[in-house]
C-alpha cells in the first residue's frame, strides 16, 4: 500500500536527519559542553539504530528511499549546528522540539498501521520508547528563556515542513 511504504520512507528520512542533527551538536559539544558528550553519544547511537531499523524495512520490501535523503542530512547537520552554538539550552529546546512533532506522527502511524501492517507497525513501536527518552532529556534539561519559544517553534516548523516534503519526494 502507497499509504505503508511513504510512512516507512519517510521515518527513514527523519532518522538520517537525526543523525545529523546529534551528530553536528556532538562536534560543537567536544569543544564547548564536554559534559554533554555521554548523553549525545547516547541519543545518537539510538538514531542510528533507528536508521538501521527503517533501512531494512526498506531493503526488504525493496522500496525506494525518500529522493530528500542527502537534504535531511544535510538539514540536520546545519540544524544541529546552529542550536548548538546558540548553547546548550538550545541543544535541549531543539531536542524537545523535535521529539515532540517526531512522536506526534509516530501516535497517527501506529494506529493506521496497527490497522494494516504488523511489521511496520512493529518497526515503529520500537523506537517509540526511545524517543520519548529523548523528549524528556529535552524538557527536563531545557530552561525557560525567551530563546525558548522562538527556538521551539522555527525547528518544529522546519520538521514539519521535512515531513510534508518527503511525502512529495
Ligand atoms: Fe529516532
Ligand atoms: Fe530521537
Redesign the pocket.
Given at each position: 500500500m502507497k499509504e505503508i511504504e511513504r510512512i516507512i520512507r519517510v521515518d527513514h528520512a527523519?532518522?538520517r536527519g537525526?543523525i545529523g542533527i546529534y551528530s553536528a551538536q556532538l562536534i560543537v559539544a567536544r569543544v564547548l559542553y564536554k559534559d554533554l558528550v555521554p548523553v549525545l553519544e547516547a541519543m545518537l547511537l539510538?538514531?542510528r539504530?533507528?536508521?538501521a531499523t527503517f533501512n531494512r524495512l526498506l531493503n526488504s520490501r525493496r522500496i525506494r528511499h525518500c529522493y530528500g535523503l542527502g537534504l535531511w542530512a544535510f538539514g540536520g547537520a546545519v540544524l544541529g549546528t546552529l542550536t548548538a552554538l546558540l548553547g546548550r539550552n538550545a541543544i535541549w529546546v531543539c531536542t524537545n522540539s523535535i521529539?515532540t512533532t517526531?512522536l506526534h506522527h509516530l501516535e497517527w502511524q501506529l494506529v493506521f498501521l496497527n490497522k494494516h501492517d504488523a511489521e511496520a507497525y512493529a518497526a515503529v513501536l520500537s523506537?517509540k520508547s526511545?524517543?520519548e527518552e529523548?523528549r524528556e532529556m529535552g524538557r527536563s534539561n531545557g530552561k525557560e528563556s525567551f530563546l525558548y519559544k522562538p527556538i521551539f517553534w522555527l525547528v518544529q516548523r522546519s520538521t514539519e515542513f521535512a515531513i510534508w516534503l518527503s511525502t512529495k519526494l
Open positions: 527523519g532518522e537525526a539510538h538514531e539504530e533507528h536508521y521529539e517526531v523506537i526511545d524517543e529523548h
